[in-house]
């Protein structure tokens, strides 16, 4: 995954993904997961033991996604996933079970998209809203205009020509070299966005397309501007790549193409507040000091958020019952953290940070788990050369389960992010990605199906036994901001 600047996440990430992957190759089956002859009489033995032997770890997925379903930040089914996550807790021994609250921004809820073509074939076809911007207030009909510009300027060439269109702004097949990639950071991006959609709203365009980067009929989503109810925002949505591509074909052929269209989705009344939930086993000699494992709990609602990230969750909530179960008391305080807002931008861990400045000091590491069922290899250090001999003893246990990497790769994309900017020793799971860049992330299919239980369980026993052994070590990770380039990238047709 690549690191960008982790407030674009939510915006460009998945455009990012789209334009870097959009006729990628199916993904290699899933790799056997190493079968350890016996378990050694240490804690760590004892956890990978209970973990292989007892795991609720699938079930707990199965759980979140059949029975909740999507848990949108800002939804009445993520209340009830954190109202199930505190319970889940509890009874896993946990204690100073709790939620903190944070302002989010106007909630949004999906309504029924539809698209059917009123020329040529007249084909109805799958569209998805992009989430937080506005419907259609019912069906609209326009004809369809390709709008490949990249930036404002070469948005203009297309002035007077926009009234009443639904434009598509993808272009596949854009031969034109890649813009070159300017200074100015998340700002000056964001300010060019609204720039365009003004512009767009200006010239009275009626709503836009963009085509999934993923094959086979898979749709995808992310989100829009407006859950700042002051920031503009154009109706937007995903079609998959065999409709989109035929809507190329028919305006190629220099005919009137004209679509109806209607997207359902609708803005809460007023702003919102978002939640984080939050569980720990006090430490035993030096409960002041803290190792947090966590997961975001909130997904993407066009599957139901199985890969992206009940998973994540439920390993962090593993981490509890395994330590409940074999009765170990760590030295150092284990804090679950389960966060939300995270598909809008590490919303909820970038809150967490800022209301606990003053106590990041006593965060030993934090460790992240977000990319899906795919077994842990490692960990990211990010930068931090100087954690590097620690973290191997805390990994040293995994070894044979397949865990040794510790790349000094950083990653900006998940909920570790936020500790990491702020100097404390974070890092996200480096984790085989079985189908998640190429299936479940952000689409349709990500339903508990395409969970690899071997692989799922081994990453519960990577995240105990590494939270284990850095709970449980005198030394203290150093801590301390690196300077590091950003190296993120911003695709400039993202999709508004
Ligand atoms: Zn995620």
């Known amino acids: 995954m690549p690191r960008i600047p982790a407030a674009l996440f939510g915006l460009t990430l998945a455009a990012l993904l789209q334009a870097q992957s959009p006729f990628a190759a199916a993904p290699p089956a899933p790799s056997p997961v190493p079968v350890l002859k016996d378990y050694p009489d240490t804690p760590a033995g004892k956890l990978l033991r209970e973990i292989k032997e007892h795991t609720e770890v699938v079930a707990r997925v199965e759980h979140l996604c059949d029975v909740i379903g999507p848990r949108l930040t800002g939804s009445e089914q993520l209340r009830q996933a954190q109202a199930w996550a505190m319970a889940e807790m509890k009874r896993l021994g946990a204690v100073n079970v709790h939620e903190e609250a944070y302002d989010f921004g106007l909630a949004w809820t999906r309504g029924v998209d539809s ?74 991006y964001q300010a060019e966005q609204a720039a365009m959609t003004q512009f767009l709203l200006d010239e009275g365009a009626l709503a836009t397309l963009s085509m999934s980067g ?69 430490g035993r000699e030096q409960p002041g000091e803290v190792v947090v494992v966590g997961g975001h709990l909130d997904s993407w609602d066009l599957g139901t958020g ?46 967490y940070v800022e209301a606990h400045k003053a106590e990041l000091d006593a965060i030993q590491a934090v460790l992240v788990d977000d990319m899906g069922t795919g077994m842990v290899q490692g960990f990211t250090l990010q930068g931090r050369e100087n954690c590097r001999r620690l973290m191997a003893q805390a990994i040293a246990p995994l070894n044979d389960l397949g865990v040794k990497e510790l790349s000094l790769r950083v990653m900006g994309s998940t909920d570790h992010a936020p500790f990491d900017r702020a100097g404390v020793p974070a890092f996200a799971a480096i984790q085989e990605p079985v189908d998640y860049f190429l ?39 150093p801590h301390g901001r690196v300077a590091l380039p950003v190296t993120g990238a911003v695709n400039p047709s993202a999709p508004r």
């Open 115 to 188: 698209a059917r073509l009123l020329t040529h074939n007249r084909l109805r076809f799958r569209v998805d809203q992009l989430a937080w911007t506005p419907g259609t207030k019912g069906l609209v009909k326009g004809d369809l205009l390709l709008v490949d510009a990249r930036n404002l300027e070469e948005l203009k060439a297309f002035k007077g020509q926009l009234k009443g269109r639904i434009l598509l702004r993808t272009n596949p097949d854009d031969k034109r070299p890649p813009l070159s990639r300017r200074g100015g950071g998340f700002e000056t």
């Open 214 to 282: 993923r094959k086979n009929g898979l749709s995808f989503t992310s989100g829009g501007a407006g859950r700042d109810p002051k920031k503009l925002a154009l109706p937007a949505a995903y079609a998959p790549q065999e409709p989109y591509r035929m809507l190329l074909r028919l305006l190629a052929r220099k005919e009137p193409v004209t679509l109806e269209l209607s997207l359902g989705g609708t803005f809460s009344a007023a702003p919102v507040q978002a939640y984080n939930v939050v569980g720990e086993i006090p």
């Open 306 to 351: 199985a890969t992206d990230n009940a998973t994540g969750s439920s390993v962090a909530l593993e981490v509890l019952r395994a330590f409940q179960a074999t009765g170990l008391k760590p030295r150092r305080t284990l804090r679950v953290i389960l966060w939300s807002g995270e598909e809008q931008g590490l919303l909820g861990s970038r809150a």
């Open 439 to 477: 299936g479940t992330h952000h689409s349709q299919m990500d339903y508990p199906d395409h969970l690899v239980p071997d692989q799922l369980v081994q990453g519960a026993q990577a995240m105990a036994v590494t939270a284990w052994e850095l709970a449980e070590m005198p030394a203290r990770l």
